[in-house]
């Protein structure tokens, strides 16, 4: 008893000191990116993080923590100390989607963080191969009616957002299409454009270059306005399917039970940031709209998020283990 006393002190103490530190920071910040160097989510981080160690007057080192779709960074934060210097740039996928998909997930997105601001939102795009030979959403629905069962879709793999998306896409249209999933983006776009498959929902960045060299066929993105990265692409909308929309986003995340004052202090510096237009053009570039936000707006949106994915993954019947 006298143990699990001291050891529950020790706790209280340093929570204290962690609620009580007057000059935060004072030494660098960690930015967990739950994936592998070069992707979108990592080059969006290090673009913020450059800015935001301006900021806050100290280094910010990314550090990626890949592996099971995300999970793995994700919960190193959850375990990490929640005194703002180990934070997550997290993605929709890794937390919303995940969690929705997994019979045990490995962590409460709405209980085991404390949400900091929303960095922005990723564009989604529905193309195709060009063997296919349709030219707009409804010539696509039609031809897969024609033919049950003979359209394949690519994703990241079982239970990704791209996988979600496109049973959505098979249940909202009563289609019988054939999904297919591959070990992460590389995999699937190079089997699309090779004609394994027939079509797939990926990033504008991703998929923008591939439609502007003509080795696929845009049909539209699934954002509620055109994407700054392909105007000419009509919206789902425009395409006839006026409550068919999807975006990636990404955040920044602390640890749950981080100190209001750090939370504070973090999020001021975040929304200084996301306002500079250097910034704000350099993550358009890469398919990021810029979409800061409060602690609280950030939590709401999350927790309406993971009951939109939860629904599609009920309703499609994945669950993973």
């Not at 990404?250 to 200084?272: F, I, N, Q, Y």
């Not at 890469?286 to 998020?305: L, N």
Request: no cysteine.
């Amino acid at each position: 008893m006298r143990t699990l006393g001291w050891a529950a002190l020790l706790t209280s103490l340093l929570v204290s000191t962690a609620q009580a530190e007057p000059n935060y920071p004072s030494k660098p910040i960690t930015l967990v990116v739950a994936f592998a160097p070069g992707g979108g989510t990592d080059t969006a981080a290090r673009l913020v993080a450059k800015d935001l160690a301006a900021e806050l007057g100290q280094p910010i080192i990314v550090e990626n923590r890949p592996g099971a779709g995300g999970a793995i960074g994700a919960v190193g934060v959850t375990r990490a100390a929640a005194d703002g210097y180990t934070l997550l740039f997290g993605s929709g996928s890794e937390l919303d989607v995940l969690t929705a998909v997994k019979v045990k997930a490995p962590y409460d997105p709405l209980k085991d963080f404390t949400p900091i601001t929303e960095v922005g939102t990723v564009s989604f795009v529905l193309a195709t191969n060009p063997s296919l030979n349709t030219n707009s959403v409804g010539e696509l629905i039609a031809y897969a009616r024609a033919n049950p069962g003979k359209l394949n879709f690519a994703s990241f793999g079982i239970g990704s957002t791209n996988h979600l998306i496109g049973e959505a896409f098979a249940r909202k249209n009563h289609l019988s299409l054939v999904h297919v999933p591959y070990k992460g983006s590389a995999a699937a776009v190079t089997d699309l454009l090779a004609g394994q498959v027939q079509l797939a929902f990926d990033t504008a960045s991703v998929m923008i270059p591939l439609v502007r060299s003509g080795s696929l066929k845009g049909l539209a993105t699934l954002s509620p306005e055109r994407s700054l990265l392909a105007p000419e692409l009509p919206t789902m909308a425009e395409s006839g399917l006026s409550d068919f929309t999807f975006e990636g986003w990404l955040g920044v995340l602390a640890p749950r039970g981080t100190p209001k004052p750090t939370v504070d202090r973090l999020h001021a510096a975040l929304a200084k940031v996301l306002s500079l237009p250097a910034l704000v053009e350099a993550l358009q570039q890469r398919g990021v709209k810029v979409v800061a936000s409060t602690p609280d707006e950030f939590g709401a949106f999350m927790k309406a998020d993971v009951a939109r994915w939860s629904e599609i993954a009920r309703a499609a019947e994945i669950r993973i283990e």
